[in-house]
T-cell receptor, first 114, second 114 residues
Framework: DAGVIQSPRHEVTEMGQEVTLRCKPI?????LFWYRQTMMRGLELLIY????????DSGMPEDRFSAKMPNASFSTLKIQPSEPRDSAVYFC????????????FGPGTRLTVL | AQTVTQSQPEMSVQEAETVTLSCTYD???????LFWYKQPPSRQMILVIR??????QNATENRFSVNFQKAAKSFSLKISDSQLGDAAMYFC???????????FGKGTKLSVKP
């Protein structure tokens, strides 16, 4: 199994631009999570899905952030317009309700907004 | 609200020695899970060990073991025979129920001296 795949690994953009982060969960997993890691706030949940349905989006900072999961093998996190304070590492993780409760993390996307 | 506290921003250990990382948490739930994740400079999040709250026996994984004190809401990680490859950020995490989002502590940076 290839594990959780995230793309791109690094993204540098200018303030005001749209940014799209992508995630492919592990095949067969029915949970997908988006986390953000910053020095100031640490690791925090943005949103998570169960069977492609958003369950908890209370961590999404504001309307500039949106996430979708059109099918079981793909999810996107979009920031529009991006701001310098969005600079962070964004992790996608997946898990299965039939496994031993572990969440498997992708390698993360380091986003820099200039 | 559930919270996770790691009171040691940095720790240092001599190679081959033993080190203990502290973690406390706050919850009113009875069904929960606790985890320790390792994040090396590659930033990949790697699960080190997990503990189910209903289990009294402390979890162990090779050189890694935990001291789970449910009444005190304490969950410390002991690393025995420390190796250079153990140098990383270590995050304590809490999850309510069998699936759902993880709540992370701020992390402890572990250095291993040769």
């Amino acid at each position: 199994d290839a594990g959780v795949i995230q793309s791109p690994r690094h993204e540098v953009t200018e303030m005001g631009q749209e940014v799209t982060l992508r995630c492919k969960p592990i095949s067969g997993h029915d949970y997908l999570f988006w986390y953000r890691q910053t020095m100031m706030r640490g690791l925090e949940l943005l949103i998570y899905f169960n069977n492609n349905v958003p369950i908890d989006d209370s961590g999404m900072p504001e309307d500039r952030f949106s996430a979708k999961m059109p099918n079981a093998s793909f999810s996107t996190l979009k920031i529009q317009p991006s701001e310098p304070r969005d600079s962070a590492v964004y992790f996608c993780a997946s898990g299965s309700s039939s496994s031993y409760n572990e969440q498997f993390f992708g390698p993360g996307t380091r986003l820099t907004v200039l | 609200a559930q919270t996770v506290t790691q009171s040691q921003p940095e720790m240092s250990v001599q190679e081959a020695e033993t080190v203990t990382l502290s973690c406390t948490y706050d919850t009113s739930e009875s069904d929960y899970y606790l985890f320790w994740y390792k994040q090396p400079p590659s930033r990949q999040m790697i699960l080190v060990i997990r503990q189910e709250a209903y289990k009294q026996q402390n979890a162990t994984e090779n050189r890694f073991s935990v001291n789970f004190q449910k009444a005190a809401k304490s969950f410390s990680l002991k690393i025995s025979d420390s190796q250079l490859g153990d140098a990383a950020m270590y995050f304590c995490a809490y999850r309510w129920g069998s699936q759902g989002n993880l709540i992370f502590g701020k992390g402890t940076k572990l250095s291993v001296k040769p």
